[in-house]
């Protein structure tokens, strides 16, 4: 009994913590491989889905390379060791007590076979309800807005009964198939009885042997329950197991070719040679696109919504690969070097600026870690964003709520050019909409904005007349096809469509001050 302890002890630990050791390589690999993927699989892979591979998916498998597998292990040693030992006290009865083991094998399988759809299916449905829970938590605003609650609320019930559905028929079968396995090793164990009886009566057994006898088959019991729930549980992790490795094992379309050179410092030259590309393979977006920024140049481009002008920025960084044509930077093509050294060389400020949730010196320290508190306040000052930030009570070490949601649109702004301005990138990517703020705000942004176009090569998705006004290459985009190029005044004679987005889309500034 001591020696019994002192083993389970051991055995209790090692599983666990091996188990929780697969568990915490398989979250991390998973993770390391969705940074790894491809904006394409991102566009195609909702995030529900991916939420729930990488936690719900993962406990199922820990739980198999635990306890389920030291069960499997300990269940078959049981059964193969009693099985020889009951042959060997007596062939006839040992015969007789198999008999349902066919049996039970069959039915051990048809029971697999019908549960490895459900489970997958369960995983399916309860990833679709994590996503809906997350599109709900996200878009809150959104849903309180429009006074959808109650709608929400509804169409999580049904998503939520969708998986209550399937669990049920899980259970249905299992609650079956259990006690059926149960009941015929109880049935192999009657005819022992049945058949040891008779032999004892005629002599040819003795009253000791068969209760010897049947002391042996009343452990075969356990292990065979036991082989229940693990085929149970190996069918449940299968499941899980395709869902996180269809994960690991996806190729991603964009990535460092073998044997990349890294893009050393560059001056900042972008040439566009006759680049096509679709998101889609069916659906072109772009269309031989051809031009050439020279190195500090300021890029305007322009076209009316879905024209494709974010398509264009989405590809300097190689956030998508052309489908045909190819992008150079200082005449390197950039498939042909690191996506790490593409990707520091550009800065990107986007109107939805997203924030982490933590504290304001790490988020403008993002691309730059190590960056010290001298650099962070010179570049968040040169953003205009040193005195609000000054003005929080903890100043940079204040905590940005998720998403940002404790600071305004403006703020968040001033923030994400703060950190565009410590990477110092040679190329620049910004969109010039300032989201819904005030005068003083918006003329901060805009200088601050100019501050960090200065001396970099810089792709601007315009949205004001003072943009195309400064811009030194105005590029004219309409249905992915470049239709004209040139600067203001030029294009403002030769251009029709150009005249008309001027006049009727682009925004009057704020006040006259020219500042970009
Ligand atoms: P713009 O920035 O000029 O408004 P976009 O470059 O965003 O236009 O979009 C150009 C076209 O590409 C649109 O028809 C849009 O529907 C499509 N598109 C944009 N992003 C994606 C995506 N991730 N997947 C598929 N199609 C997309």
Excluded: C
Aim: charged share 20%.
């Amino acid at each position: 009994t001591v020696v019994t302890g002192v083993l389970r002890f051991g055995e209790s630990y090692l599983t666990e913590s091996v188990s929780q050791d697969v568990a915490f390589d398989m979250r991390n690999e998973v993770y390391a491989k969705l940074q790894s993927l491809s904006f394409s699989y991102h566009d195609r892979a909702q995030t529900g889905q991916l939420l729930a591979r990488a936690t719900s998916d993962v406990e199922r498998l820990r739980r198999l390379t635990g306890r389920g597998l030291l069960r499997l292990v300990d269940s078959g040693v049981l059964l193969i060791g009693t099985t020889i030992l009951l042959l060997r006290m007596n062939v006839p009865l040992a015969l007789a007590s198999l008999a349902v083991m066919p049996v039970i094998f069959f039915i051990m399988r048809w029971y697999r076979s019908q549960q490895h759809p459900r489970f997958r299916d369960r995983q399916n449905k309860m990833a679709i309800m994590t996503s809906r829970l997350e599109q709900n938590l996200y878009g809150m605003d959104v849903v309180r807005g429009f006074a959808q609650e109650e709608a929400e609320v509804g169409r999580f019930r049904r998503e939520n009964q969708k998986v209550y559905d399937v669990s049920q028929s899980i259970v249905r079968l299992g609650s079956f198939t259990n006690p059926a396995v149960v009941l015929l090793a109880s049935a192999g164990a009657v005819l022992v009885l049945w058949l040891g009886g008779r032999l004892v009566i005629n002599g040819v057994l003795t009253l000791g042997e068969l209760v010897a006898f049947n002391s042996y088959l009343v452990q075969l019991v356990g292990p065979m329950r036991r082989m229940g729930f693990i085929v149970t549980m190996i069918g449940e992790s299968q499941a899980s197991a395709e869902r996180v490795f269809e994960i690991l094992d996806t190729h991603s379309e964009v990535q460092d070719k073998p044997g990349a050179a890294t893009l050393g410092d560059i001056e900042g030259r972008v040439e566009f040679d006759n680049v096509s590309f679709g998101y889609l393979q069916a659906r072109p977006v772009l269309q031989d696109v051809s031009f050439v920024a020279e190195p500090g140049q300021v890029v305007a481009l322009l076209g009316p919504t879905g024209s494709g002008k974010t398509t264009i920025t989405n590809l300097i960084p190689r956030f998508y690969d052309v489908t045909e044509g190819a992008i150079r930077m200082d005449g390197v093509d950039i498939r042909d070097v690191t996506l790490d050294s593409l990707r520091s060389q550009i800065g990107i400020v986007m109107q939805e600026t997203l924030l982490f949730g933590s504290t304001v010196r790490e988020n403008i320290a993002f691309g730059q870690p190590e960056a010290t508190q001298e650099e962070i306040e010179a570049a968040a000052k040169a953003a205009a964003a040193h005195d609000f930030i000054m003005g929080f009570p903890r100043g940079y070490d204040t905590d940005v709520g998720e998403r940002g949601v404790t600071l305004s649109g403006g703020q968040r702004q001033r923030i994400a050019i703060a950190r565009a301005l410590l990477l110092d990138p040679r190329i620049l990517i910004l969109d010039d909409a300032t989201s819904s703020v005030d005068t003083e705000t918006e003329l901060q942004i805009q200088a601050a904005l100019s501050e960090l176009v200065a001396g970099r090569t810089t792709f601007i998705i315009a949205q004001r007349v003072s943009t195309v006004r400064n811009a030194d290459l105005i590029l004219v985009i309409d249905r992915g096809k470049l239709v004209a190029t040139g600067s203001h005044r030029a294009l403002i004679r030769e251009s029709g469509i150009y005249a008309d987005i001027y006049h009727r889309q682009l925004r009057q500034d704020v006040a006259e001050t020219e500042v970009i």
